[in-house]
Structures are given as structure tokens and as C-alpha cells.
């Protein structure tokens, strides 16, 4: 993907983030940012082609199975806990 | 078993707009755990779609690492008291921030690994153009250790592990100046010369270290503020490192996260009526001379006792209950909780008047009290409750302190004037429960608390109000 598609695709992005974000109610803050650190965890995806890489490189690995650990507490701890969260606001 | 890129981009299309539509379901109580759920089902989609790819040879570090990582994640997730959710936040920030850095150094090793020294910037050049490339790189590393570094001093300060109170030196600002131009530099001279290791890592070091002296001066009240901030950092990581990689999931959905964080981010300023860059460099408002506490409370506090508070609930029609971050240190939300249903049985109606900056994180009161079983729709937002105060018998401040200080409304030379406040003082009786006459965060005096209608109850704010029900019942 060049970066100038790159480029268009961030801004766009970011324009319906506000539009989405700007909906959600006060009441909810909290579980949103805890449920936005779960969806940030997708750089996951990186870390899974950096920890597979399977080249000699140690350094490589190792940067990428830190990165695997530290996406994935975000990943589960981060859903996990914004659906404890979220499950309280249900009942009523 | 692999698959075409093709399919993996669909599929990381399908996980973002899962993602969209999870943060939609986010804007109503009703729908938000569903929308938990499809996001969570648009990253399942992706992880086991990358797991596909053909660059994927070797599985044992990747399930070293997430066996790690969900064992600790879910033990948090499990384990972590509601009143803890700001820390919580702040550490996953900070876990976002280090795996997106991580991802971007792992990217530049194998840019060098690849073509070897000599031919680095074409083998960039494979995934984009070798300095859009190298530059990516550079911006997620820095935002990446910034947002590491700063969000553990950030949980250090929650966990009160460090002292909240704001920390500087002279001098801070220009060492903080110097240490982002000296990154920028780097990164100029990196995108270049990808092969200086050395000033890669150092590139690293002076992130790690800006996110620490960024942090320190920050003090507890405007936690809420940089809580946010980092949040929308930990997003614009993930975006740079989407930007390395060519990857349009990571694209997307750390440019939403960072949306999100800023928005947040903007709604807290506005709270406390700080511009951004005033909380950022530690400044309070100027404001006239600092009040004298004698002078405003002399002679005229009313010190009060359970009983004589539960008399004056008696005829009440309608209370309105004021949390601050008093109710999370006592863990007062069920005792609370158990004081409404008492009052309600009565024919009274309680409402909750929930301050954008009480507690310590956006949001933060809602979930304490919705963790107590109150109904969401009896929490009001600022704008809701404001007009009401003057037909409310009894307004119960709990814990809460700055939010409701009348000053903020009416005296102009005081530093808080101008930030929105809880109209308190407009019901009929005012209750304030609190440990005693100490200021709170901005550090004044609060003139409410001598008012005519007033009483303050003094002492923990869980066994006050327990004590206050029981009083109540037996009236």
C-alpha cells in the first residue's frame, strides 16, 4: 500500500472516530477506554509477523514476543474487562 | 496452510468495521456489550487470519508470548477492584504503547536483517518508499516509549506508589524540549542512515526517558486529563506502526483509538476549564490572593450527626447524592446504594448529579455506582441535573470537594473561576460528607461549606452514610 493511500486512510479514519466517539455518553466513558486499549491491542497482528519471523535474528524474536505478551494482556485483559464492566450497566 | 493477501486484507477490513460498529454499539447502555463483543470478534477474525500468513514460520515465541499475555490479562481483568479502574487503564496504555514500539523496532531489525548493511533502504523500500518507511518507524518508537514510560508513571502516581503531588525541577522544560528535538534529529538522521544502531537505541532511550519528565509534574487532579491523553497516544502508536507495516487494520483502528482519546481528552480540559497545554506544563489558573481558610469557615461550619441529617431526609421529597473520588476511597458505593433504596421506599426520589472530572478517570463514578446496582438513567450528567438543584430538599456531597466550590462561579479572582460547577448551594439543605475541612485538589477553601443550609458530617464517608441510613430507618 503506498503512502499516500495510507495517508488518505488514517485521516478518514480519524474523521470517524470523532463522528463515532462524539456519541458516546459520559455514563460510558470509562468502559470506552478500556474497550478502545483492547481494540488498540490489534497491533497484535504485527507483533504475531514479528515473533513468527523465523529468520537467526534473537533480537527480532524477542522484540517480537515481547510485543505478542504485551498486545495480548491488552487484547484479552482489555475485553475481559470492559465486558465485567459493561455487564454491570445491563442490569437493571 | 496460507493464503493469499488478498483474502488477509479482506479480512482485516471485515475486523475493522467490526470494530466501527462494536464502538457504535458503545453508545447506548443497551447495546454496548454487544458491541464489546463484536469487537472482540473482529479481533479474533485478525489475529487467526495473521496467523496464516506466509511470513509466519515459527509458532513457539508467538505462543509463548500469548499464553504470557492472557494469563496476565485476564488475571487483571478478573481481579481489579472498580475503584482500581484508572490504574488498570493506565497500565494497558502503557502495554499498547510498549507493543506498538516493540512492533516498529522489530520491523527496523529486519529491515537490516534482510539486504544487510549496505542495501537497508531497499529493502524498505519493498513495504513503501524506505524513508516513509524509516520515518514511520521513528514515530511509532517515539510515541510508542513515550506512551510506555509515562503511562507506568502515571499508574505509579494512581497506585500511590509515587506521591501524587506534581514533580519538577528547574530547567524541566528545556531538557524535555531538547530531548524531542534530539529524537526528531535522530529520526532525520535514521531515515538517511538506517544502519546507526546506536542512535536507533538512543532514539529509544530519550523517548523512554521524555515519557517519565512528561508525566511527573502532572498532578493527581488532572490524572483524568492525561489518563486521556495517553490513551489517544497508545492509538497514534498503533497507527504509526500500521504505517511501517502497510497494514490498514492497524491503520484504522489506531487512528479510532486515537480520536477516541482525544475527544476524551477534550471533554476533561473543558471540565476544569484548563486549556491542554496548561495542564500539560503543571500551571493553575493566576488567580487574586489565596483565600484564607480561617476566614471563610470561621465560626460558621456546622458540624452535624447522623441523626439530625436523618430528620432532615425525613420530609425529603427529592435528593440528590454529589460522588467524588471520597466515595472510591471509602468503597461507599453499596452503602450509598442501600441509603436510596431506603430513601425510595419512602416516596423520595434520588437522583445522581455525576461531575465530568469526579473521580479519577472519565466515567469513573458511573462505574462505581453502576457496580452498586444503581440504574444508569438515575445518573445525570452536569448539564441534566444543574437546573433541578433548586427544587431539591437535600443535596449529599460525598467525598466531592472542588466541583462544588461556588467560587468557581462567582468570585473572579479565584484561580478555579469560570470551570463548571455542580449548583450545590441552590438546594434547599446541603450535607457534605467529608474527613474534615481539608481542601481538595486546587487547594482551596470551599465557601459551601459555611453556608447557612449546610451541615458537614465528619468522618469516613462509608460507615457516615451507613450510620445516616440506620438513623433514617428508625426516624
Redesign the interface.
Known amino acids: 500500500m503506498d503512502f499516500v493511500a495510507q495517508l488518505t486512510l488514517f485521516v478518514l479514519a480519524v474523521f470517524l472516530g470523532f463522528e463515532l466517539i462524539s456519541k458516546v455518553p459520559p455514563t460510558l466513558h470509562t468502559p470506552l477506554m478500556s474497550g478502545s486499549n483492547a481494540i488498540s491491542g490489534i497491533t497484535l497482528v504485527g507483533a504475531l509477523l514479528a515473533a513468527g519471523h523465523g529468520g537467526d535474528s534473537q533480537t527480532i524474536s524477542i522484540l517480537g514476543f515481547i510485543a505478542v505478551t504485551l498486545a495480548s494482556i491488552n487484547v484479552v485483559g482489555g475485553f475481559m474487562v470492559t465486558n465485567r464492566m459493561l455487564g454491570m450497566f445491563k442490569r437493571k | 496452510m496460507q493464503i493469499s493477501q488478498a483474502w488477509i486484507d479482506i479480512a ?1 477490513l471485515a ?1 475493522a468495521s467490526l ?2 460498529l ?3 454499539g ?5 447495546t ?2 454487544r ?3 463484536l ?2 470478534t ?2 479474533l477474525i ?2 487467526v487470519i ?2 496464516l ?1 506466509k ?5 513457539e ?2 505462543i ?3 499464553v ?3 494469563v ?3 488475571l ?3 481481579k ?1 477492584k ?1 475503584t482500581a ?1 484508572p490504574q ?2 493506565a497500565l ?2 502503557g ?2 504503547g ?3 514500539f ?2 516498529a ?3 527496523y ?2 529491515g537490516l ?1 534482510a539486504a544487510g548493511a549496505a542495501g537497508v533502504l531497499e529493502a524498505m523500500a519493498g513495504q ?2 524506505g524513508m ?1 518507511a524509516m520515518i514511520a518507524i521513528g514515530a511509532a518508537v517515539l510515541i510508542g516509549s513515550v506512551t510506555l514510560t509515562g503511562s507506568f508513571i502515571a499508574f505509579a502516581k494512581l497506585q500511590e506508589l509515587i506521591d501524587g503531588q506534581p514533580k519538577g525541577f528547574p530547567g524541566m522544560k528545556f531538557i524535555n524540549l531538547i530531548l524531542l528535538i534530539g529524537s526528531v534529529v535522530a529520526i532525520g538522521v535514521l531515515v538517511n542512515d538506517p544502519t546507526q544502531q546506536v542512535l536507533f537505541w538512543s532514539l529509544v532511550a530519550a523517548a523512554a526517558v521524555l515519557g517519565v519528565l512528561l508525566v511527573m509534574p502532572i498532578g493527581g487532579a488532572d490524572m483524568p486529563v492525561v ?2 491523553l495517553l ?1 489517544s497516544y ?2 497514534l ?3 504509526a ?24 481528552t477534550n ?1 476533561m480540559c473543558k471540565a476544569m476549564n484548563r486549556s491542554l497545554t496548561n495542564v500539560l506544563f503543571g500551571v493553575m489558573a493566576e488567580g487574586g490572593d489565596a483565600m484564607d481558610q480561617d476566614e471563610v469557615y470561621g465560626g460558621k461550619v456546622r458540624s452535624s450527626s447522623a441523626e439530625e441529617i436523618a430528620m432532615i431526609l425525613e420530609p425529603a421529597k427529592r435528593v440528590v447524592i454529589v460522588p467524588g473520588f471520597g466515595l472510591a476511597m471509602a468503597q461507599a458505593q453499596h452503602a450509598v446504594r442501600d441509603l436510596a433504596d431506603s430513601l425510595e421506599a419512602r416516596g423520595c426520589e434520588v437522583e445522581y448529579a ?1 461531575h ?1 472530572v469526579a473521580g479519577r ?4 463514578m ?2 462505581l455506582l ?2 452498586a ?1 444503581v ?2 438513567d438515575k ?1 445525570k ?1 452536569m448539564e441534566e441535573i444543574n437546573p433541578t438543584f433548586e427544587e431539591t430538599d437535600v443535596a449529599i456531597v460525598l467525598g466531592a470537594n472542588d466541583v462544588t466550590n461556588p467560587m468557581a462561579r462567582e468570585d473572579k479572582g479565584s484561580p478555579i473561576y469560570g470551570m463548571p460547577i455542580l449548583n450545590v448551594d441552590k438546594a434547599r439543605n446541603v450535607v457534605v460528607i467529608k474527613r474534615s475541612l481539608s481542601p481538595g485538589f486546587a487547594g482551596l477553601p470551599n465557601p459551601l461549606f459555611a453556608n447557612d443550609n449546610t451541615l458537614m458530617l465528619f468522618g469516613d464517608a462509608k460507615q457516615s452514610v451507613l450510620d445516616v441510613n440506620t438513623a433514617y430507618k428508625e426516624s
Open positions: 482485516y475486523a470494530f466501527v462494536g464502538i457504535k458503545l453508545t447506548k447502555p443497551r454496548a456489550v458491541g464489546n463483543l469487537a472482540a473482529g479481533m485478525a489475529a495473521t496467523l500468513h511470513d509466519i514460520v515459527t509458532y515465541w508467538i509463548g508470548g500469548f504470557l499475555g492472557a496476565v490479562g485476564s487483571l481483568a478478573i481489579v472498580m479502574m488498570l487503564v494497558l496504555n502495554f499498547g510498549g507493543a506498538s516493540a512492533v523496532a522489530a520491523e531489525f529486519k536483517d513503501s518508499t516513509v489518563i486521556a490513551n497508545s492509538g502508536a498503533a497507527a506502526a500500521g504505517f511501517v507495516m502497510g497494514n490498514s487494520a492497524l491503520i484504522i483502528t489506531g487512528s479510532l483509538v486515537g480520536a477516541s482519546g482525544l475527544i476524551l471533554v455525576i465530568p478517570m472519565p466515567g469513573h458511573n462505574v453502576a457496580e446496582e440504574p444508569y445518573l450528567t
